[in-house]
C-alpha cells in the first residue's frame, strides 16, 4: 500500500454524497466495528487500511457509517468484553485481524458477519469457513498465507547470514494454531540443515520475553524468526531490541517490525489487505452473505530489509536479496 498512489476520484465523492444521503434518508447509520486483540498503536496501520478502503468506496465515518473501534491489549477475555459492548450497538460488520479473534466472534455471535484479515489459506477450522471458494458460515475474509512462507523466510534469513547453523523461532504457545506454526516453522529450518530452538510466548510480559531470549543468546542462536500473532505482534519494539542487542539477526512476517528496529520481513501487505477488506464490508452492508464470499488470497508479498540494523550486526546484506527487497535507511 505504501508505494501506491490512492487517490479519490470524482467517483468516489459522488458515492460519499450519495452515502450521506441515504444515510440522513434512514433512520441510523450502520455500525461497523474494528475489533482487535492487540493495541491500537500496533493496529494502526490496519486500522488506516481499512479506512482508506471505505473512503475510497464513500464512505465517511461518523457521517455515513459508525466505525466503533475496540482494541484488547493483548487479553482474550477482554476481547470477549468489547464483543459484547459492540453486539449491544447492533453492530452489522465486525472487522478482525487474525484467526484468534475471528475465532472468538464466530463462537459468539455466529450470526454477526465478519471480515477477518489474517485467515489461514487451508480449512484447519472447520467451524470458521468450510472452503475458500465457499466459506458456508458468518466469516469471510483474506488469507496472507502466513505461515505457508516459513520455508521462504528460513532461506532469506540463511542467505543474510552465511553461518547461520542455529535459529531460534519465537512464537505464542497458549494457542494452538500459533503452536503448530511454531512447529511448522522448526521443521522448515531443520529441512535446511539449522539447528532450532522454540521458544514459547504465553503473556505480553517483557521479564517472560527477556528470559526467552536470554535461553535462546545461551543456546548460541545466531538468528530468531518471529511468528506473528496478537502477542509477538504486542512485543515486537522489545523482541527487535533485545535481539539486535544480543547480535542476532531477525526475520518476521510483517514490515512493522522491521520499522521497529528489526532486521527483515518477508510477508503479505496486511494494510493493503484491510484496504481490500473494505470492499467486502461494502458487500455485506448492501445485502450480500460472508457465507457465499469467497475467501481471496494474498498475491502481493514484500521483502524489506533495515540497513542500519543491517549496519549495527555487522552484516553485509547480499546484493541479490537488496535488489528484492524495500530497504530502509
Known amino acids: 500500500m ?8 470524482a467517483a468516489g465523492a459522488l458515492l460519499a454524497a450519495s452515502r450521506i444521503g441515504q444515510a440522513q434518508i434512514g433512520s441510523a447509520r450502520p455500525v461497523v466495528a474494528y475489533l482487535g486483540i492487540a493495541s491500537p498503536a500496533s493496529d494502526l496501520p490496519y486500522v488506516e487500511g481499512l479506512r482508506l478502503g471505505l473512503g475510497q468506496l464513500g464512505y465517511v465515518p461518523g457521517a455515513t457509517i459508525e466505525l466503533d473501534e475496540r482494541y484488547a491489549d ?9 464483543l459484547g459492548e459492540v453486539l449491544a450497538r447492533r453492530v452489522e460488520v465486525i472487522v478482525v485481524p487474525g484467526i484468534a479473534a475471528a475465532l472468538a466472534v464466530r463462537e459468539l455471535a455466529p450470526q454477526v458477519p465478519v471480515v477477518a ?3 489461514p489459506s487451508s480449512v484447519l477450522y472447520p467451524d470458521l469457513f468450510a472452503s475458500l471458494h465457499r466459506p458456508g458460515g458468518s466469516v469471510t475474509g483474506f488469507s496472507p498465507f502466513g505461515e505457508d512462507l516459513a520455508a521462504k523466510r528460513v532461506e532469506l534469513l540463511r542467505e543474510t547470514v552465511p553461518d547461520l547453523t542455529v535459529l531460534a523461532i519465537l512464537h505464542n504457545t497458549i494457542d494452538p494454531l500459533y503452536r503448530s506454526w511454531g ?6 529450518a531443520r529441512q535446511q540443515g539449522l539447528q ?3 521458544l514459547g510466548v504465553r503473556s505480553r510480559s517483557k521479564p517472560e520475553l527477556d528470559a526467552l531470549m536470554q535461553s535462546a543468546q545461551e543456546s548460541g542462536a545466531q538468528g530468531l524468526i518471529i511468528v506473528r500473532d ?3 505482534h504486542l512485543l515486537q519494539e522489545e523482541i527487535a531490541r533485545r ?3 544480543m ?3 531477525t526475520m518476521a512476517e510483517q514490515r512493522v517490525f522491521v520499522e521497529q528496529g528489526g532486521l527483515m520481513s518477508y510477508g503479505a501487505d496486511l494494510p493493503e489487505l484491510f484496504r481490500r477488506a473494505a470492499t467486502y464490508v461494502d458487500e455485506i452492508l448492501n445485502g450480500a452473505s460472508p457465507a457465499e464470499m469467497p475467501i481471496q488470497l494474498a498475491t502481493e508479498f514484500e521483502l524489506v530489509v533495515n540497513l542500519q540494523t543491517a549496519t549495527e550486526l555487522a552484516l553485509t546484506i547480499p546484493t541479490a536479496i537488496l535488489l528484492r527487497a524495500e530497504v530502509l535507511e
Not at 505504501?2 to 476520484?9: K, L, Y
Not at 512447529?183 to 522448515?188: I, N, P
Open 243 to 245: 535481539a539486535n542487542a
Open 117 to 119: 484479515v489474517g485467515l
Open 230 to 232: 496478537f502477542l509477538t
Open 247 to 249: 547480535g542476532m539477526a
Open 183 to 188: 512447529e511448522k516453522t522448526e521443521e522448515a
Open 74 to 82: 493483548g487479553s482474550i477475555e477482554r476481547f470477549r468484553e468489547l
Open 196 to 198: 532450532t530452538l522454540r
Open 2 to 9: 505504501r508505494r501506491r498512489d490512492f487517490v479519490t476520484a
